[in-house]
């Protein structure tokens, strides 16, 4: 986009124009006019425009002409001028100038934007396009798979809610929340995937990793570590009663009342009066089924037995912090030497084969817990289906390279021939 650019040089240009207008007002009074206001300086834009047509004001005395000459010595008196203020004056005026020309800058900007709007309209979808082509058939397959973990997930769900009593139902419930959270990451993976944010991607998919290894450690221990988990929430509130008191003065937020802190501090009193100290930990809602009185994440993936997916896992890590890996490390860039600053269409096959394997194994903990002949069928089908989809898109990316090598070669062949 060169709308900014142009607009600002366009106001650039406006600047000689400003001690153009003093000269030109002196030689309309030598002649008897008084000119009116912004007069000189639409006569001194009108010369600077190259424009060869006499100017014009409708303004002006009716049947008057006037001739102007500008002299080499006036046309040095500007440059100058021009110069003197460059060196002088134009340190101190720049915030005022940059005022006035931004709201001109912004107003043309945004009268603009309707066609430039229109462009980029135009060019992402030729791009979806592009990307539907050479990764519909993995995408597409994702997409398959998501569906069928969904309608599964809505069927244990209704059985959920037609049993009247459960020894485990706080269990099946919270596992449940944990896979219906799950599907509506995978989405967004999806939706990232196939607008060209495989960096994105992968960061969502970390949260999806994230749900899953809960999940497992949930599942593993039953309903008493359920029952942790639905009470952690009270510890958590208070550290985020904390983190707000801190913040809300400096952003003019309203603080919490007396009475709804003391209510959040007290709830949270009560759950590690419970559950004991290490239960205030950040995932203190698994310390006695782990035997660890502070445990990490990294406790609960060898739990769930997930260490497997670690460096995967520091992957999506990079992508959602500030670390210097962030900005030279990127899926959607071939060559990791260059700058990515929006949209490509690389670097698909690793999100995307990540969050078919672990949204499989979310649905398997979670849809499989008293299953029927139904939820065996279910679960096979998406392993086949899980298996498929690595291949679909390391083909894809297989076929990228190729093209992306091909063209490099091609660009290298016409640079000789010129």
Known sequence: ?????????????????????????????????????????????HLLSGSTEPFVSKKAAKNRSVSLTLTDADLEEVNRAVDRFSE??????????????????????????????????????????????????????????????????????????????????????????????????????????GNGFADGAMARWRTLHEIAVVAAVISQHGEAIAERYVAHHAVESKRALGKYLVCAKQLGYRPLSARAQAKILKA????????????????????????????????????????????????????????IRSMYVRLGLLDYGGLLAGRSNAGLAEPGQNAAHTLTQLAAIVCISEPSLDDYVIADMLKMLRDEIPRSFARAEAQLRRDDKAHRSAQNTAGIES
């Open 268 to 323: 949270s009193d009560n759950a590690i009066a419970t559950y004991g100290k290490p239960f205030k930990s950040t995932y203190g809602w698994a310390a006695l089924h782990l035997k660890n009185d502070q445990p990490t994440f990294a406790h609960l993936e060898a739990a769930a037995g997930r260490t497997e997916m670690r460096s995967h896992y520091q992957m999506g890590n990079d992508n959602i912090h500030a670390g």
């Open 1 to 45: 986009m060169d709308t900014l650019q142009q607009a600002l040089n366009e106001a650039a240009a406006q600047t000689p124009a400003f001690f153009l207008e003093k000269v030109i007002s002196k030689k309309l009074q030598e002649q008897g006019v008084t000119p009116t206001k912004g007069l000189s300086l639409r006569i001194a834009q």
């Open 88 to 193: 002088n004056q134009l340190p101190a005026l720049l915030p005022v100038m940059a005022g006035k020309i931004s709201r001109k800058t912004l107003k043309d900007l945004k009268a603009r934007w309707s066609d430039e709007g229109a462009e980029q309209d135009i060019d992402l979808s030729e791009f979806r396009t592009r990307m539907e082509s050479r990764w519909g058939k993995p995408l597409g397959q994702l997409r398959m798979l998501l569906t069928m973990v969904r309608e599964w997930c809505e069927s244990a769900h209704h059985r959920e809610s037609s049993r009247k009593k459960h020894k485990k139902k706080q269990l099946r419930q919270i596992l449940i929340r944990l896979l219906v959270r799950g599907c509506q990451v995978t989405d967004e993976i999806i939706c990232l995937l």
